[in-house]
C-alpha cells in the first residue's frame, strides 16, 4: 500500500523556521515526482513546491520562493520542505504529494496529476 507520511509541522513565531518531512512507505519515492501544497480554512490548495525523480530539478511558487527549498535524501525515501522565515500567511495545512515520473515541472502546481497524498501537516505562524 503506497502511502506518505508527513512530519514536522508545528506553532512558531514569524520570521523562525520549521522542516517538513514527507516519507513514503510502500514504494520508492525517489521515482516519484514530489509536491507540497498549503492549504487553508476557506481558501483553495496552492502549490509551493515541487522536485523531479532524480533530485536534479526543481519549481518554486512565487510565495515562498527564496525562503523555502525542496529536496530529497534518497537514503531515508523521504523528501523534505525546509521553510525560513516563516509569515503568518503561511499558516496552513501542508501536504505532500506524489507522482511517477517525468512530468514538467511547470505544471507541478495542478493538484489533479498527483496521485499519492499525505495526511496533511499544520504549520502555525503566530507570535
Known amino acids: 500500500q503506497e502511502q506518505l507520511v508527513e512530519s514536522g509541522g508545528g506553532f512558531v513565531q514569524p520570521g523562525r523556521s520549521l522542516r517538513l518531512s514527507c516519507d513514503a512507505s510502500?514504494?520508492?519515492?525517489?521515482?516519484?515526482?514530489v509536491a507540497w501544497f498549503r492549504q487553508a480554512p476557506g481558501k483553495e490548495r496552492e502549490g509551493l513546491a515541487c522536485?523531479?525523480?532524480?533530485?536534479?530539478?526543481?519549481n518554486y511558487a512565487d510565495s515562498v520562493k527564496g525562503r523555502f527549498t525542496i529536496a530529497r535524501d534518497n537514503a531515508e525515501n523521504t523528501v523534505s520542505l525546509q521553510m525560513n522565515y516563516l509569515k503568518p500567511e503561511d499558516t496552513a495545512g501542508f501536504y505532500c504529494?506524489?507522482?511517477?515520473?517525468?512530468?514538467?515541472?511547470?505544471?507541478?502546481?495542478?493538484?489533479?496529476?498527483?496521485?499519492?497524498w499525505g495526511q496533511g501537516a499544520q504549520v502555525t505562524v503566530s507570535s
Open positions: 504529494a506524489a507522482v511517477r515520473d517525468p512530468i514538467l515541472l511547470g505544471g507541478c502546481f495542478a493538484p489533479g496529476i498527483y496521485d499519492f
Open positions: 510502500g514504494f520508492n519515492l525517489n521515482y516519484y515526482a
Open positions: 522536485i523531479n525523480g532524480g533530485g536534479t530539478r526543481t
